[in-house]
């Protein structure tokens, strides 16, 4: 019983939290962005859009979901596609990656962090070795923890960087692996 009103205040003080930072204004950070239309999605944490003509893959920056063979792989590419499929976004880059993506935030038409919303819900992982100092990122995966969402109700979610080596244990473990990113 005290464990479950912990949890409460948690997501109580957590909530609170995401609901007084602000960080709508990432283009302040990152620089200013580039809107474009979604035009497919390999992933849920990879789409490609359409800007002036050209294809660009984009990789979600700071999340990595549960790859297409994982328990809520399949999930969390649908909730992509159910956010993103056909919609104008603004493609916010933080860097390209070793494969020549574009990694990014990606936020819709109403301003809603794609990026976050994937982990808020129980679609993501926080990418804590590729987005270490965002505080979204940290209390979203931990408020989607204490409610169990998504990927968080089940008992074994293997973490994605995990999985892609072929390693089979539970996602309290804190190790990070290197992965192509």
Known sequence: MKRKRFLTLVSFLLSL???SLNFSDIDFLYGPGFGARVVS???GDTITVMKRR???KIRLYGIDCPEKLQEFGLQARA???SLTEGQ???IIPVHQDRYGRTVAYVLLADGTNV???LVSEGYAWWFRAYAKKDAQFAC????ARTQKKGLWSSDDAIA???FRKGVAISTSTEEEAEVVY
């Open 79 to 81: 909730k992509t596609v």
């Open 140 to 143: 979203r995966e931990l408020l």
């Open 54 to 56: 050209r294809k660009v």
């Open 115 to 117: 990026n976050y919303k």
């Open 41 to 43: 999605i390999a992933d």
């Open 160 to 162: 994605p960087w995990l």
């Open 88 to 90: 104008l976004v603004s």
């Open 17 to 19: 939290l995401l609901s």
